[in-house]
């Protein structure tokens, strides 16, 4: 890889490390935070809810407006956007103003995130180097989630809560100055219209609803008003936003793009397994330090293991992967990581950490990235280069929408509802179990990339 093609990688890649960063860090702060604010689980959730929702919901949007108007443009107004979030949510004096903060970091994310993927994707022919760059996007993340876990540790102890926002400011600044003088710019050639702006004003509105009226079920039952009514709009919204799309000119999601094999599988793949580490972020290390009475460092030491590993895996193992049958791999990944949850949630309040917890870590830590490598490889590896930043939408909000706000909510009402860690631990195992379902459908053999 040539010097300046590297830079431009690393560059592209500074939006991926960076949401890796900010999953982690601010999981492991979220009690300290809970604390000041004097915020229930419930309502705590909502510090990372807002950024997932807001994250996943503009996904579809912005990866098509980089098709339209250049990826580049998108990647450098995106991480602008992500460094006002990260300055705003590390001076917020409410937890209202926080969520606010938080949502406008998923904002810059869902801007940022599949340019970055499909600029890649335009950089290299397809071939070696083009997965040996996409295997390396992926690997930025697990690296960007162990700096997050010892970042997130040791600046909560240390220095407060707040730092964990305020130190990713620097980078995404960097980021957005370094990337027009790095990077080509890059849209689709043939240009249908103007982008579907209703479509994902339903989607995330519906998605927002729904989520709402999930997160009210533990406070006032399914039945009460308050926990119904949002339920059913946004189930109403959705379904709007799927009559919408059949019909709009340049919809945000194009049913012939969904019939590509790997991307299919790809995003039905990614959402499992994101909701399955969404059960570490969030649920794993609430679990140490409520439960087990661990501090933010040594709650974030504790998981390390399985970031340590999951690096291992995504670098050492990119070449091996890409010359597998995607649906083993799949497969067998998908089996092993509800097998470390099953695991996982027979661990005890007085758990001993390495008979308990670390041995489900290092499993996990080997099957969550076996299975996002090889999804990502999917993602774009059959549609054509036009639609990419479409597809690059479509795989992030598949992961992202269901590992940063379908997970975090559903795991935030078990926990409340049961009372304890180990049924959001099983409800987790149960989803990764699905994944084997989607290991059916992935291509049996290695799929070249389109140009």
Known sequence: MRRPVGIAVLVACA?????????????IALPAIQR????PGVEGQWVLTAYGLCFGGGLLLCGRLGDLYGRRRMLVGGMAIFGAGALAAGLAPSLGMLVAARALLGAGSAAAVPAALALIGSLFAPGRDRTRALAFFAATASVGV??????????????????TFLVMVPPAAAAALLAPRVLPEARAEDVDGPPDVLGAVLATGG????????????????????????TLAGVALLAAF????????????????????????????????????????????????????????????????LDMVAFVVTVAGASAISRRSPRVLLAAAFAASALALLWLARAPSDAVYTRDVLGPLVVLGGS????????????????????????????????HLF?????????????????????????????????????????????????
């Open 242 to 305: 799927a009559a919408w799309e059949r019909r709009a000119r340049a919809p945000i999601v194009r049913l012939d793009v969904l019939r590509a094999p790997g991307l299919r599988a790809a995003a039905l793949g990614v959402g499992l397994n994101a909701i399955s580490f969404t059960a570490i972020v969030y649920a794993c290390s609430l679990y140490l330090q409520d439960e087990v009475g661990y501090a933010p460092l040594s709650a974030s030491a504790a998981i390390l293991p």
């Open 36 to 39: 000041e604010f004097a915020a």
């Open 368 to 399: 969550l990235p076996l299975a996002f490598v090889v999804l990502t490889q999917q993602a774009v590896s059959d549609v054509p280069a036009d639609d990419r930043g479409m597809a690059s939408g479509i795989f992030e909000t598949a992961n």
């Open 207 to 230: 998605l927002l609803a729904l989520l709402f009226g999930v997160t009210r079920v533990e406070r006032s039952g399914a039945a009460a008003p308050e926990a119904l009514f949002p």
């Open 146 to 163: 162990t700096t997050g876990l010892v970042l997130g540790g040791a600046v909560t102890q240390w220095l407060g809560w707040r730092w």
């Open 15 to 27: 939006a991926q490390f960076l949401i890796g960063v900010d999953g982690l860090a601010v999981a």
């Open 403 to 451: 590992g940063g706000a379908i997970g975090v909510a559903l795991y935030a009402t078990v926990i409340a509802t049961a009372g304890g860690y180990g049924p959001a631990f099983l409800s987790a195992a149960a989803l990764a179990a699905c994944g084997l379902a989607v290991a059916r459908i992935a291509p049996s053999a290695r799929t070249r990339c389109r140009p």
